[in-house]
């Protein structure tokens, strides 16, 4: 589970990233990275109801997401600067397994 240092809250900052961000895409995923003034990186996640009409399809998504937030953490303790990271999930997603949504993400993870 993301602490809640590590999750974008408020509206406005989303949609800070959203406009400022830096655009990558990725398989089925669209993400926004934006330099932040904290040391924490920070995650959201969007998933609309176009990826699936079932809530519990979209609650599964955003678990496969946030555990592979948490295990990044872990891996970028050494990162001097933190970011911002805005995940969009476009349809076709749902049908994809964890290892295969880990790798989609990865390419773009590693490159910060």
């Not at 948490?70 to 994809?96: F, H, N, R, W």
């Amino acid at each position: 589970m993301l602490k809640k240092k590590n999750r974008l809250q408020k509206k406005k900052e989303i949609d800070e990233v959203f406009r400022k961000g830096e655009t990558r895409k990725s398989g089925f995923y669209v993400i926004k990275i934006k330099n932040n003034d904290l040391k924490d990186w920070r995650f959201g996640f969007i998933i609309s109801q176009k990826v699936s009409k079932k809530a519990s399809v979209r609650n599964r998504i955003k678990r496969r997401l946030r555990g592979l937030a948490a295990g990044m953490l872990g891996k970028s303790t050494t990162a001097k600067t933190g970011k911002d990271i805005l995940v969009i999930v476009k349809p076709g997603a749902e049908k994809d397994d964890f290892q295969e949504t880990g790798e989609a993400l990865s390419g773009i993870f590693v490159a910060q």
